[in-house]
């Protein structure tokens, strides 16, 4: 079964700086689907960024990057000029190739931005 | 937009109690889920759906059971609750290119 861990349960950055979120998988398939979810307090959980496995150039959406390492099985993210709306619980979701297969999703990060 | 409607955002049962978690979503998407938050453990599945009347277990489906008689609505169903239930619940429908999930504002419940 395929299985998403998130290595920092909390993260700390100052406003205006930049922070990296980690994340790795274990999966033995080769066309998937990885994303990063957003969820702000008591705030329904929302889609940061997506990234198709089979595309080797990184995502982007603004001030969200990936940097997505298939060999190796990582999917970071990466938050430029952070802002004190970014505080929220980030998770990691992987989902197989087949629009029937479900998502799993890493345990999170919670990320406080100081100002 | 997307939305994806959660009746309530905060219950209170007690211990043996049925308890009923409604999610309504206006995109037509024929897949939804279920899913527990628990902090440490993120979003654990519980059930999804992939049609009317079809119903599929998660990884975690006991204690729990699911309706889905139309295809805006998926139910979530806990026949006599316990306080291992206690959680954050979060109904989600499928859509998009990437098939990614949009998720309702969950449903805080706490069992006595």
């Avoid at chain 1, 998403?4 to 080769?30: G, H, I, K, N, R």
């Avoid at chain 1, 998502?103 to 999170?108: E, L, Q, W, Y």
């Avoid at chain 2, 043996?16 to 995109?27: I, S, T, Y």
């Amino acid at each position: 079964a395929q299985t998403v861990t998130q290595s920092q349960p909390e993260m700390s950055v100052q406003e205006a700086e930049t922070v990296t979120l980690s994340c790795t998988y274990d999966t033995s398939e080769s066309d998937y689907y990885l994303f990063w979810y957003k969820q702000p307090p008591s705030r329904q959980m929302i889609l940061v960024i997506r990234q198709e496995a089979y595309k080797q150039q990184n995502a982007t959406e603004n001030r969200f990057s990936v940097n997505f390492q298939k060999a190796a099985k990582s999917f970071s993210l990466k938050i430029s000029d952070s802002q004190l709306g970014d505080a929220a619980m980030y998770f990691c979701a992987y989902r197989s190739a087949g629009y029937n297969n479900d998502m799993r999703f890493g345990a999170g990060t919670r990320l406080t931005v100081k100002p | 937009d997307v939305k994806v409607t959660q009746s309530s955002r905060y219950l209170v049962k007690r211990t043996g109690e049925k308890v009923f978690l409604e999610c309504v979503q206006d995109m037509d998407h024929e897949n939804m889920f279920w899913y527990r938050q628990d902090p440490g453990l993120g979003l654990r599945l519980i059930y999804f759906s992939y049609d009317v009347k079809m119903k599929e277990k998660g990884d975690i489906p006991e204690g729990y059971s699911v309706s889905r008689e139309k295809k805006e609505r998926f139910s979530l169903i806990l026949e006599s609750a316990s306080t291992n239930q206690t959680s954050m619940y979060l109904c989600a429908s499928k859509g998009g290119r990437a098939g990614e999930l949009f998720f309702g504002e969950g449903s805080r419940l706490t069992v006595l």
